[in-house]
């Protein structure tokens, strides 16, 4: 018994020592960590959008950034609709998970005026070698609220046509440079074949993804989400009304009719993928896209066309887009994020990635700043669609998409208003559900009618 | 035994109820334990009740922030008017309902297959029982991408090989591909209990029916299943208090919409997945704990009727 009982308290004595040096050690490690990101290696953490561009910035960050400046990225590459909601959880709640994270103008100007993300005017004009002026107006005023920056644009794009020019030429047809969406739709369901889809829409829920496409359809044949008070509110959904009908009809038949396989999951990067394999001979969506088509590493370089985004009833359809980084309020670290944001999306990274990403010069970042567009090798190696992406942005009707009078901020491809997020979205997947042929039209509307009207009371 | 062991079996069992007895001393310690759940499960939940009689938004959702009032049982009524919620609702309790079953049913014929001894038994236990290891959305990650891809899925490809045209499976049929993914998942732990439940099964009366000369079938029907009928009720139960709250799958495969948005989704969807509106989807989840209280409460009973019955045997 004696030995028993001194044997235990050893055994606790022993225990409690392994204890504290557990803690001790965990507690260290903390303390550690803390001081050590704080001081030697300094650490920004910044939200990306999972598209081809961004891809590259994130390979080439370790040897053109992180050892210039000491200030090591980490990245979180997230798709569209989770880099969505991902953002604006973090922005909204002043959450303290990034330094940095990727919007566009949908959310900029929100943001900002509800003082959400930080303005970056004086950074930006104070910067010399960020070169404030040399941005694209059209992009710079869709980031901005009232004269203000709130985000500094990575790359730029509005939306167009692009065709397999050699699958178009073999069945004797040749595409104006400015297409109406009947003619486009006539040629659809023509060059659609077992093997090779006639087009690639989008078709995947979400209101970026689907909701961007349909919505420069909408646009065009004269509907609407919402109708305007004279003050810029949301007065009525028009979910309801024969043009948002004739809209909807018109894409999904023309999506079941010719579209690609499987559509209701196919977004921008699936639409990539199936056009550089050779199964869509048509596809309508970002410009951006040409420069992944026609870089030096694509399958089919050389083979496209490109024309404007199709139209019917308003003279020009394209939406205006912009990836771009903003800098939350609750950021821990703004300078560093700024040196961040002024480097990836200054001049300089535009002119060092031309000879550093795989797809070479065509795939730099584009649509953002002036002087890209007068870099020989760009000109050279985007000489097919540099000019057309450029004009698509100037011509994007970001203050008159419609027919009628839009509530909220400026906008193509969604209504500037912070309801549209989640009306978007769910409408989006009533529609998306409707082309793969699972509800009908009249369903999926009435629906869509409901949630639209119940968002804005 | 230690001698604080041995002096406790001394005490008399009254004494129990004291504060000061050494059983409650010996749940002392577990208190600190005890205080941090209820202070992260339950507090959180108080809140939520609390924003449920709110229309707190989030700051994003609106370009000058309004602020946040009262609103009584509105949120309530409006869940009541919502066809959404409904639609919501029957999804859930198709998915739940088909999951439950048919993983079940596959469940109890694994078992079944796994009570017999054959060569390689232990090696196929482990390989069926691998998919509930899996993480959930890895598991919806695999089945959409490798399975039911229409550009590069398993099941196309063999669809095409055997001449037939491909089919968009999630975009076509989202809730039979949820509940695909579900049933493969949970097919192993209905398996589990099901061969508890067959090995609890005493061995002299099969054989004396054996001997009666009872054919196999007549001795699964007459003993067996009555035998398993509480293991079958466990198992429903406990597959229902998870795979109603299924959201990996759904979030992954489908991302919502008609067919494949269930309760927890929607409220999702409401609050942090887009909507924004927290004051309503805090009552449309205080709704759903109300229900999952209800289908709990009866799991538990049938858990401790199995396990009265078990102090009998």
Same mark, same amino acid.
């Given at each position: 018994?004696?030995?028993?009982?001194?044997?235990?308290?050893?055994?606790?004595?022993?225990?409690?020592?392994?204890?504290?040096?557990?803690?001790?050690?965990?507690?260290?490690?903390?303390?550690?960590?803390?001081?050590?990101?704080?001081?030697?290696?300094?650490?920004?953490?910044?939200?990306?959008?999972?598209?081809?561009?961004?891809?590259?910035?994130?390979?080439?960050?370790?040897?053109?950034?992180?050892?210039?400046?000491?200030?090591?990225?980490?990245?979180?590459?997230?798709?569209?609709?989770?880099?969505?909601?991902?953002?604006?959880?973090?922005?909204?709640?002043? *959450?303290?998970?990034?330094?940095?994270?990727?919007?566009?103008?949908?959310?900029?100007?929100?943001?900002?005026?509800?003082?959400?993300?930080?303005?970056?005017?004086?950074?930006?004009?104070?910067?010399?070698?960020?070169?404030?002026?040399?941005?694209?107006?059209?992009?710079?005023?869709?980031?901005?609220?009232?004269?203000?920056?709130?985000?500094?644009?990575?790359?730029?794009?509005?939306?167009?046509?692009?065709?397999?020019?050699?699958?178009?030429?073999?069945?004797?047809?040749?595409?104006?440079?400015?297409?109406?969406?009947?003619?486009?739709?006539?040629?659809?369901?023509?060059?659609?074949?077992?093997?090779?889809?006639?087009?690639?829409?989008?078709?995947?829920?979400?209101?970026?993804?689907?909701?961007?496409?349909?919505?420069?359809?909408?646009?065009?044949?004269? *509907?609407?989400?919402?109708?305007?008070?004279?003050?810029?509110?949301?007065?009525?959904?028009?979910?309801?009304?024969?043009?948002?009908?004739?809209?909807?009809?018109?894409?999904?038949?023309?999506?079941?009719?010719?579209?690609?396989?499987?559509?209701?999951?196919?977004?921008?990067?699936?639409?990539?993928?199936?056009?550089?394999?050779?199964?869509?001979?048509?596809?309508?969506?970002?410009?951006?896209?040409?420069? $992944?088509?026609?870089?030096?590493?694509?399958?089919?370089?050389?083979?496209?066309?490109?024309?404007?985004?199709?139209?019917?009833?308003?003279?020009?359809?394209?939406?205006?887009?912009?990836?771009?980084?903003?800098?939350?309020?609750?950021?821990?670290?703004?300078?560093?994020?700024?040196?961040?944001?002024?480097?990836?999306?200054?001049?300089?990274?535009?002119?060092?990635?031309?000879?550093?990403?795989?797809?070479?010069?065509?795939?730099?970042?584009?649509?953002?700043?002036?002087?890209?567009?007068?870099?020989?090798?760009?000109?050279?190696?985007?000489?097919?669609?540099?000019?057309?992406?450029?004009?698509?942005?100037?011509?994007?009707?970001?203050?008159?998409?419609?027919?009628?009078?839009?509530?909220?901020?400026?906008?193509?491809?969604?209504?500037?208003?912070?309801?549209?997020?989640?009306?978007?979205?769910?409408?989006?997947?009533?529609?998306?559900?409707?082309?793969?042929?699972?509800?009908?039209?009249?369903?999926?509307?009435?629906?869509?009618?409901?949630?639209?009207?119940?968002?804005?009371? | 035994?230690?001698?604080?062991?041995?002096?406790?079996?001394?005490?008399?069992?009254?004494?129990?109820?004291?504060?000061?007895?050494?059983?409650?001393?010996?749940?002392?310690?577990?208190?600190?334990?005890?205080?941090?759940?209820?202070?992260?499960?339950?507090?959180?939940?108080?809140?939520?009740?609390?924003?449920?009689?709110?229309?707190?938004?989030?700051?994003?959702?609106?370009?000058?922030?309004?602020?946040?009032?009262?609103?009584?049982?509105?949120?309530?009524?409006?869940?009541?008017?919502?066809?959404?919620?409904?639609?919501?609702?029957?999804?859930?309790?198709?998915?739940?309902?088909?999951?439950?079953?048919?993983?079940?049913?596959?469940?109890?014929?694994?078992?079944?297959?796994?009570?017999?001894?054959?060569?390689?038994?232990?090696?196929?236990?482990?390989?069926?029982?691998?998919?509930?290891?899996?993480?959930?959305?890895?598991?919806?990650?695999?089945?959409?991408?490798?399975?039911?891809?229409?550009?590069?899925?398993?099941?196309?490809?063999?669809?095409?090989?055997? *001449?037939?045209?491909?089919?968009?499976?999630?975009?076509?049929?989202?809730?039979?591909?949820?509940?695909?993914?579900?049933?493969?998942?949970?097919?192993?732990?209905?398996?589990?209990?099901?061969?508890?439940?067959?090995?609890?099964?005493?061995?002299?009366?099969?054989?004396?029916?054996?001997?009666?000369?009872?054919?196999?079938?007549?001795?699964?029907?007459?003993?067996?299943?009555?035998?398993?009928?509480?293991?079958?009720?466990?198992?429903?139960?406990?597959?229902?208090?998870?795979?109603?709250?299924?959201?990996?799958?759904?979030?992954?495969?489908?991302?919502?919409?008609?067919?494949?948005?269930?309760?927890?989704?929607?409220?999702?969807?409401?609050?942090?997945?887009?909507?924004?509106?927290?004051?309503?989807?805090?009552?449309?989840?205080?709704?759903?704990?109300?229900?999952?209280?209800?289908?709990?409460?009866?799991?538990?009973? $049938?858990?401790?009727?199995?396990?009265?019955?078990?102090?009998?045997?």
């Amino acid at each position: 018994m004696q030995n028993r009982w001194t044997g235990s308290v050893r055994r606790r004595r022993t225990l409690g020592v392994a204890l504290t040096v557990a803690v001790a050690a965990i507690a260290t490690s903390f303390v550690a960590a803390a001081s050590g990101g704080g001081s030697r290696q300094k650490t920004i953490s910044v939200a990306i959008v999972a598209n081809p561009q961004m891809q590259d910035i994130a390979r080439l960050t370790p040897s053109l950034f992180t050892k210039k400046t000491g200030i090591k990225v980490k990245y979180t590459i997230l798709d569209e609709g989770r880099l969505r909601q991902v953002t604006t959880r973090d922005v909204g709640s002043g *959450g303290k998970a990034f330094d940095a994270v990727m919007i566009g103008p949908y959310e900029a100007p929100q943001f900002g005026s509800a003082g959400l993300i930080k303005d970056l005017t004086s950074m930006a004009k104070s910067d010399k070698a960020y070169r404030y002026q040399d941005l694209i107006p059209a992009v710079r005023n869709a980031l901005s609220a009232k004269g203000h920056l709130y985000a500094s644009p990575f790359y730029g794009e509005s939306s167009f046509l692009m065709y397999r020019k050699d699958v178009l030429r073999k069945n004797g047809i040749k595409l104006p440079l400015h297409p109406t969406w009947q003619r486009v739709a006539q040629v659809a369901r023509k060059i659609n074949s077992s093997s090779m889809a006639g087009i690639c829409l989008r078709g995947k829920p979400g209101w970026g993804d689907l909701g961007a496409s349909f919505t420069t359809v909408l646009n065009t044949f004269g *509907g609407t989400w919402w109708s305007a008070k004279s003050n810029g509110k949301p007065d009525k959904a028009q979910v309801n009304q024969p043009a948002f009908k004739t809209a909807l009809d018109f894409y999904a038949k023309l999506v079941q009719d010719a579209g690609e396989k499987d559509a209701a999951n196919s977004s921008f990067n699936e639409c990539l993928s199936q056009y550089q394999a050779g199964k869509v001979a048509m596809w309508y969506d970002a410009t951006v896209a040409a420069g $992944v088509l026609e870089a030096s590493d694509s399958p089919v370089k050389g083979k496209n066309g490109f024309a404007f985004a199709p139209h019917y009833k308003t003279p020009s359809t394209g939406w205006l887009w912009t990836w771009a980084l903003a800098i939350p309020r609750s950021s821990p670290d703004p300078a560093d994020a700024w040196t961040y944001i002024a480097w990836a999306t200054g001049p300089q990274y535009l002119k060092a990635a031309g000879s550093r990403v795989k797809g070479g010069w065509a795939s730099i970042p584009p649509g953002t700043r002036v002087s890209t567009y007068r870099i020989p090798q760009y000109k050279r190696a985007a000489k097919s669609f540099a000019g057309i992406t450029l004009a698509a942005m100037k011509a994007a009707p970001i203050t008159h998409p419609g027919t009628t009078k839009r509530p909220g901020l400026p906008g193509v491809q969604y209504v500037g208003i912070p309801q549209f997020q989640d009306v978007g979205n769910r409408c989006t997947q009533l529609f998306s559900a409707v082309i793969a042929g699972s509800i009908k039209d009249t369903a999926a509307l009435s629906q869509c009618q409901n949630i639209a009207s119940k968002a804005i009371r | 035994m230690t001698a604080a062991a041995a002096a406790d079996a001394t005490l008399p069992k009254g004494t129990a109820r004291d504060p000061f007895s050494s059983a409650w001393r010996r749940r002392l310690p577990l208190l600190p334990a005890l205080l941090y759940v209820v202070a992260i499960t339950q507090l959180p939940f108080l809140v939520s009740i609390y924003y449920s009689f709110t229309n707190l938004k989030d700051k994003t959702q609106s370009l000058i922030p309004e602020p946040t009032r009262y609103v009584g049982i509105d949120n309530y009524k409006q869940i009541f008017s919502d066809p959404f919620f409904r639609q919501a609702m029957w999804t859930s309790v198709k998915m739940t309902v088909l999951a439950v079953v048919l993983s079940l049913l596959v469940g109890t014929m694994f078992a079944i297959l796994l009570d017999r001894t054959f060569l390689g038994r232990g090696l196929i236990r482990t390989l069926l029982i691998t998919p509930f290891l899996l993480m959930p959305v890895v598991a919806a990650l695999i089945w959409k991408q490798q399975m039911f891809s229409s550009l590069f899925g398993v099941l196309n490809k063999a669809l095409n090989f055997l *001449g037939f045209n491909s089919v968009a499976f999630i975009s076509d049929h989202p809730l039979a591909s949820i509940v695909t993914v579900l049933v493969w998942q949970w097919t192993p732990f209905m398996m589990l209990i099901m061969l508890a439940g067959l090995q609890s099964q005493p061995a002299d009366i099969l054989e004396a029916a054996n001997v009666d000369g009872a054919s196999s079938f007549g001795i699964f029907r007459q003993l067996t299943l009555p035998h398993l009928r509480r293991y079958l009720e466990l198992g429903a139960l406990l597959g229902s208090i998870y795979i109603v709250q299924a959201f990996d799958a759904i979030d992954v495969m489908t991302g919502g919409g008609p067919g494949s948005t269930n309760v927890p989704y929607y409220v999702y969807q409401e609050s942090i997945g887009g909507g924004f509106r927290y004051g309503s989807a805090s009552a449309y989840a205080i709704v759903v704990v109300i229900f999952s209280i209800v289908i709990a409460t009866f799991a538990l009973r $049938v858990l401790s009727s199995l396990f009265r019955d078990e102090d009998r045997a």
